[in-house]
């Protein structure tokens, strides 16, 4: 039997390097010695009052369809929340609830693009971006930015990305896997290429709650920009609620009629005690917030001190985010071989950071998503293995 298209288009995603990531998983839940540092999810529980006032918005009965949109309590803390961290004049109308901020993300690439359009897209990037750009037979093309300038944005890589089909750029900052935080320059020149060209500008932001240093910037509140910005953004990392699925995208009020349409016939709304415990955590759960921020902050430190002592090893500190990226070239093994090598050796997984694009060739990306004393155990190991290399 013959299946669409799309099926081809969403295949994406460099699958083999997540291969030894899925061997780890396993081996780990058949309570082997292993250490997985291959995924992104915090390793932290969800807040207490956001499952208890869950369990009670079900005892009430908000177990039954939901607005489109979203509950307004949601939408309201979502836009509240906005407004704080980027001085962007938003409201709850200009707000949708979404299934995660992967969900948000899809729907702009079926709203914005076509068959035949071109998406700019800062690369390293996010595994799914290319199967979510390339869903409406739209090109994916890569801005590749430079390891050895910390994979900063460069203007001529931009420049020269743009054509006459370019409909949009695609970014999260703080990315994954590099976590750079794009600074006041690079989105100023974001933002003058879309403006120049008439381009959407489609800004991801999951991480932008474990920021470590400097202030985050938002594009979406440079002059002229708000009317070509849709602000993605997620509970999942921010509140440990991965598995809820609780995103949004923020847009001009034309976007969101257009992904409200498409929601309806894709999604049909969130589960309304799935917002309810979306607006507990945004209205309630600051403290867990800057608890955990607190704890991802050191073991950012502690992973930066440790790699750097181990001779061999050449790591970038995150600005942002729960992921590390190490140059492991002084090995002396290329990348895929250093994954391979060290889970043989020490039970420890990483990833092989080209899965987010081949300009991160000599990079594995490390989660500080477990607990310290785990996370001290693989840095320990790591050194070993490294210490039979060099
Ligand atoms: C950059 C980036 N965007 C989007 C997502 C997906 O987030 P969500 O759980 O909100 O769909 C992730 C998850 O790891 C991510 O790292």
Redo the contacts with the bound molecule.
Sequence with gaps: MKFSSLTDRVKGGAADVWDLHYLAKQAKERGEDVIVLSV?DPDFDTPERVIDRAARAMHDGDTHYTSILGHQELREAIAARHRMLSGQAVDAEQVITTS????A?FACSLCLLDVGDEAIVLQPM?VTYEATIQAPGATLVPVLLDAEQGFRLDRDSLLSAVTERTRAIFF?SPS?PTGVALNPEELELIAEVARQHDLWVVA?S?YEDFVYDDDFQHISSLPDMAERVISIG?L?KSYAM?GWRV?WAIAPPQMIANMEKLALCMLYGLPGFIQQAGAEALNHCKDDLQRMREVYRQRRDMLYAEFSAIAGLEPLLPEAGMFMMVNVLGSGLSTPDFTRALYQATGVSVLDATAFGANAEGYVRISFTVADEELQEACRRIKTFMEGRV
Excluded: F, H, R, W
């Design positions: 992104g995660g901020a992967q969900n993300l996010y999260a994954n991801e999951v997620s999942s991965s995103g």
